[in-house]
């Protein structure tokens, strides 16, 4: 027997309206594929596997290789060769690192340090606690490199502990789903590996331009933060003294320890940016089972195994994405791309606001990863020609992914942040405006001031 969802999916009523958007989607994308050629062939053959809700990564191999067979005389051998040579990179290998770092530090016992140290020193200003989780956020993104580790190891603590204060759910929930998202843009990101890997970008001068415009977002959510409390009235906590404050930090030192083994180990030349995801998981594994403790061996498997499942499936993405890079190139898209681009006379300022808005669409049917595999070989080539530094096109795609982490329907930020607060997700997005427009308002702010994300690796002779 049928379920209802089929039965009211298949009534009479709807299926012509069913018929007539295949038909129309037909026809636009039959239209775009005459009037672009094979650029428009490969787009829209990826686009019409997408909608019918095949992962991306499949829609990705799916469509390199009914394309290859079909409308070229690539032979098969170059697209076996090139799914291993096009991932034997050295670089890929700082992904399952830092994933496993991010994995030990969410469940060692360091973000319930890091909160503690960040509520001593703003606790007691208006909206105290929601201050010191932008805080803590700002603090676990520096040694953890993902946005959704952020979120489950920040807001798993601080959100029962600002209800319990007498603050809305919503309130911290739309914090911490924004503030969430700094850990893709501070010290290491998974975001900028990839983003490094497919434009061959220095992933040491990524990391440290992520520096300066995660401390100015982070400032810029506490001051929307202190307002709202303000106005609303919410409860502060005691002042903690000199003391507590000392005592706090000493606790939480060893994990900000991280930050100065990769920014150091990478700025001195004791090892390159990969050598530092390493280091820093060996480092996070002794800190949570040697010196808090939060973790005992047998908890070990436990991660590893976790680690592996999100490393696979990010590698399995990055395989695909090969691929499809290797079919672009093959047909000569990205200059192609470029060419068009430059033909409309746009200038930096026009594609640059293009640039946003491609991947700010993007960012509402895909996640980061998929983004950037598929949009960076593209829009890379276009923004070299018109000057735009690396560096900072790097940065600007990440804010981009920042903005797509905290909004439906696949923001990651707001499914994980509703799992913990038990919100649904039209709750939570409602709840995140007034960040989320702050995010928007630091969006244009690294689109149009690129010397904030360059600056300080220039002067430290990383570019």
Not at 20 to 31: A, D, M, P, R
Not at 36 to 53: H, P, R, S, W, Y
Not at 351 to 379: D, K, Q, R, T, Y
Not at 441 to 452: A, E, G, Q
Request: charged fraction near 10%; charge should be positive.
């Amino acid at each position: 027997m049928s379920s209802p969802e089929t039965v009211n999916f298949m009534t009479p009523m709807t299926k012509p309206k069913a018929a007539i958007w295949l038909i129309s989607l037909s026809t636009i994308l039959l239209g775009i594929s005459w009037y672009f050629g094979n650029v428009g062939i490969v787009f829209c053959l990826l686009l019409a596997l997408m909608l019918t809700g095949i992962p991306v990564s499949i829609a990705l191999g799916l469509t390199v290789l009914t394309f290859l067979f079909l409308m070229t005389n690539v032979p098969i051998e170059a697209v076996a060769l090139k799914l291993f040579t096009g991932i034997e990179k050295f670089e890929i290998m700082a992904i399952p690192f830092f994933i496993l770092a991010g994995n030990f530090l969410t469940h060692g016992g360091v973000a319930k340090r890091m909160i503690k140290f960040a509520t001593s020193l703003i606790g007691h200003w208006h909206g105290g606690l929601g201050l010191a989780g932008i805080m803590a956020c700002a603090m676990f993104a520096l040694v953890c490199g993902s946005s959704v580790a952020t979120v489950v190891a920040i807001g798993s603590i601080i959100l029962p502990a600002m209800v319990k204060q007498g603050y809305p759910m919503r309130f911290g929930a739309g914090i911490i789903v924004c503030a969430g998202s700094l850990g893709i843009l501070m010290l290491p990101s998974i975001p900028k590996v990839i983003y490094a890997i497919a434009t061959n970008t220095s992933i040491g001068a990524l990391f440290i331009a992520g520096l300066f415009p995660g401390i100015l977002l982070t400032i810029m959510l506490c001051i929307v933060t202190w307002f709202i409390a303000k106005k609303r009235g919410y409860t502060r906590l005691p002042k903690a003294t000199w003391g507590e404050r000392w005592v706090a930090f000493r606790t939480s030192v060893w994990g900000l320890m991280l930050v100065v083994i990769i920014v150091g180990g990478i700025y001195s030349g004791v090892f390159t940016a990969t050598e530092a995801a390493a280091m820093s998981a060996v480092y996070a594994f002794f800190i949570s089972v040697y010196v808090y403790k939060d973790m005992s061996l047998k908890d070990v498997p436990r991660v590893l195994l976790s680690s592996a499942n999100l490393s696979a499936m990010l590698l399995y993405i990055i395989t695909n994405a090969v691929l499809f890079s290797f079919l672009m190139s093959h047909e000569n898209i990205p200059q192609m791309m470029a060419d068009w681009i430059l033909g409309k006379d746009l200038g930096v300022v026009t594609f640059l606001i293009f640039v946003n808005i491609i991947l700010l669409l993007a960012g509402n049917v895909m996640e980061p990863s998929s983004i950037i595999l598929i949009f960076a070989p593209i829009l890379f080539p276009a923004a070299m020609r018109l000057g735009i530094d690396p560096v900072h096109f790097g940065i600007l795609i990440d804010a981009n992914m920042e903005v797509g982490l905290c909004h439906p329907p696949v923001g990651l930020n707001l499914y994980v942040a509703s799992g913990i607060s038990r919100l649904s997700i039209t709750e939570l997005t409602i709840a995140v405006l007034p960040w989320l427009g702050t995010m928007v308002v630091f969006l244009i702010i690294v689109t149009y001031w690129p010397s904030l994300s360059i600056w300080l690796p220039r002067i430290m002779g990383m570019m």
